[in-house]
């Protein structure tokens, strides 16, 4: 059975930083690209960063470009997100998600992590 299980989420001010993790079981090592979205209240789930099975590809939404990071551990199935420079805007329920290419729709997803960004 596949699970992801999101940690790292909590209250911040802003320009503070959290890192978020998200470990995966019930996968083979490297066998997925991993994905990170969140949802503000009142919002639709968007997109936030993505890193391919071999770690060689990275996307980030615009929104993040340059303040968060998004990595995975050697073994494969821990990734990371590092966010810098947090703003009221980041707050969120922040997902993590497995599919098979970073352009595929994913098909495991954590339960998710609340990060809040106070001004």
């Known amino acids: 059975q596949v699970q992801l299980v999101e940690s790292g989420g909590g209250s911040v001010q802003a320009g503070e930083f959290l890192r978020l993790s998200c470990a995966a079981s019930?996968?083979?090592?490297?066998?997925?690209?991993m994905k990170w979205f969140r949802r503000a209240p009142g919002k639709e789930r968007e997109f936030v960063a993505a890193v391919s099975r071999s770690g060689d590809i990275i996307q980030y939404a615009d929104s993040v470009k340059g303040r968060f990071t998004i990595s995975r551990d050697n073994a494969g199935n821990t990734v990371y997100l590092q966010m810098n420079s947090l703003k009221p805007e980041d707050t969120a329920v922040y997902y993590c998600?497995?599919?098979?290419?970073?352009?595929?729709?994913?098909?495991?997803w954590g339960q998710g992590t609340q990060v809040t960004v106070s001004s």
């Open positions: 019930g996968l083979p090592s490297n066998s997925h690209a």
């Open positions: 998600a497995a599919g098979v290419t970073v352009l595929t729709i994913p098909i495991y």
